[in-house]
């Protein structure tokens, strides 16, 4: 997953982020590299219990365990 990856259920990912927040895909776990993106969907459970969401620029769900929310630029 990401190095901050959001460790949550889908119940608790849909609470706290609204559709269409700002996030950071990590598509291989481990590794540094990342895109901006943002959410489409609320996320949902697979049948393994793990919980996904869709972004922006990527068909199917993706593991929220490989999202980051977006830091506020100051």
Known sequence: GA???????AEQF???????????????????EFRNTKTRSQAWELGSGEAVVMIEGQSGGVSVAHLELEKEQS
């Open 3 to 9: 190095p901050n990856g959001l460790l949550l259920t």
């Open 14 to 32: 849909n609470r706290l982020i609204a559709v269409g927040a700002p996030v950071r895909y990590y598509p291989v776990a481990g590794e540094l």
